[in-house]
């Protein structure tokens, strides 16, 4: 059974001592991954702009004059073109994202097809849609769509700060629907949106709280596009976007955590901290939907610096049961004991 935490209790991981925080969440991390395996996705906008919401972060809704151009629906052909494409330079998930409010059953037959196009080519599928009907949810669980993504975004007290369009049990309720459908769930926040760190505490107590938490948790850093209304947001210090990876894998140690959006403004330095602080999943390409992402050459030349391999290409190098058996040994702890000894 996953422990149900506290506000309290989440707010004396952000109160830790920054440095035994890592030490834990690495610890923890070691418990449940090997520390060398990195999950690779790559995520395309397969329909772009337009978006009737109002999400104060996003070049994508219509309300904002970003000068993005908005286009329609993809065709399937294009997508798995782009799938192929990733798959060739080493990503073992595909995640397709549209700017919807939620899609309509028009469109379902060419998401089904783009589906089971990409699960064909051997990869996980992961989409990004909006709110989904029970029944649209069943129907991409029976294409063979592995993951969805809806992140909760920020925590409940401060989410209408963000966001007046879609409520957050309607976030919650998509969730459900989608566990229900038998289909993964990838959930997260953002951070740097003027949250406080209360709020910070709220969206993770909210994550790791559910009923299963999610598979993956990706924890974007705000990227601030001109024309929004967070445009001039203060920046994020890395090390508080590093403490909250941190306590995303101690509360969470099981899931896969991202990190997601930002990472084109982020120092290798920062970048290899989030993951010593159990960071083991990054969205791989040049653009993430509509903002800028690292180039691939660049990754794999981070990888290299810290010894990180692609999960999908990890079986052959340093992953030895001997390896593995003594790594158990060597860092070895108990999770439960930690979250009693956390002050």
Not at 90 to 118: H, I, T
Not at 213 to 229: A, D, F, H, Q, W
């Amino acid at each position: 059974m996953n422990k149900q935490w506290t506000l309290p209790e989440v707010r004396k991981l952000f109160d830790m001592p920054f440095l035994e925080l890592m030490f834990q969440a690495q610890q923890i991390h070691r418990k449940h991954f090997n520390s060398r395996q990195i999950q690779v996705s790559t995520l395309l906008s397969i329909k772009t702009g337009a978006c009737p919401e109002d999400c104060k972060y996003c070049p994508q809704s219509a309300r904002y004059k970003t000068g993005l151009e908005s286009e329609r629906l993809m065709e399937v052909e294009a997508v798995l073109k782009s799938a192929r494409q990733a798959k060739a330079a080493g990503s073992s998930r595909f995640c397709m994202g549209a700017a919807w409010k939620n899609p309509n059953d028009r469109d379902m037959p060419y998401l089904e097809k783009m589906v089971q196009g990409v699960k064909a080519l051997g990869m996980e599928t992961c989409m990004t849609l909006g709110t989904l009907e029970s029944h649209q949810a069943t129907r991409l669980a029976k294409a063979g769509l592995d993951f969805y993504n809806h992140n909760l975004d920020t925590s409940p007290e401060f989410y209408s700060s963000i966001i007046t369009t879609r409520s957050y049990k309607e976030r919650l309720d998509t969730l459900d629907k989608v566990r229900d459908a038998g289909i993964k769930v990838c959930s997260g926040g953002i951070i740097g949106l003027g949250e406080s760190v209360t709020d910070r505490a709220g969206l993770l107590l909210q994550l790791a709280n559910l009923p299963n938490p999610p598979e993956s948790v990706p924890i974007n850093m705000l990227v601030k596009v001109k024309g929004t209304p967070l445009a001039d947001n203060e920046d994020v210090d890395p090390f508080d976007f590093i403490r909250t990876i941190a306590i995303a894998r101690v509360m969470m140690p099981k899931s896969y955590v991202r990190l997601s959006a930002g990472r084109e403004q982020m120092s290798e330095q920062t970048q290899a901290m989030c993951f010593m602080a159990g960071a083991n999943s990054i969205f791989y390409g040049c653009r993430l939907l509509t903002t800028p992402n690292p180039e691939q050459d660049k990754d794999m030349q981070l990888f290299d610096k810290l010894g990180l391999l692609p999960e999908s290409n990890t079986t052959t190098v340093g992953d030895s049961e001997q390896e593995h058996h003594l790594q158990e040994q060597l860092l070895r702890s108990d999770t439960e004991h930690f979250y009693n000894a956390a002050p």
